[in-house]
């Protein structure tokens, strides 16, 4: 039974800094990537960021480049997402995701199997 727990929201004032975490079982991080997404009120499901070991690769939207940083602790089978200078735009449900790792496009959400039930994270000005 594949399981991915998203935890780590809250609400924060524009400029501080949060960090998520997805604790993942079921699967390992040997044969899946972990994607991490958001969705705000009204708008569409956004990828932010994966991180994959296999390829030793890691992805980050354009607009939190620079800002967020996605890492792995295999041991603990949990990725976390660290995002700092969060601005009012961030505020939105994250989701973490596993993909098999078979060369698919982990910027897409279609691409992933299994997903976490969210965690809200609200930035005010």
């Known amino acids: 039974d594949v399981q991915l727990q998203a935890s780590g929201g809250g609400l924060v004032r524009a400029g501080g800094s949060l960090r998520l975490s997805c604790a993942v079982s079921?699967?390992?991080?040997?044969?899946?990537?972990i994607g991490w997404f958001r969705q705000a009120p009204g708008k569409g499901r956004e990828a932010v960021s994966s991180?994959?070991?296999?390829?030793?690769?890691?992805y980050y939207v354009d607009s939190v480049k620079g800002r967020f940083t996605i890492s792995s602790d295999d041991a603990k089978n949990t990725v976390y997402l660290q995002m700092d200078s969060l601005n009012p735009e961030d505020a939105a449900v994250y989701y973490c995701?596993?993909?098999?790792?078979?060369?698919?496009?982990?910027?897409?959400?279609?691409?992933?199997?299994?997903w976490g039930q969210g965690t809200l994270v609200t930035v005010s000005s």
């Open positions: 995701a596993a993909a098999l790792e078979d060369g698919r496009d982990l910027s897409q959400g279609y691409e992933y199997d299994y």
């Open positions: 079921g699967v390992t991080f040997d044969d899946h990537a």
């Open positions: 991180i994959s070991d296999i390829e030793g690769s890691v």
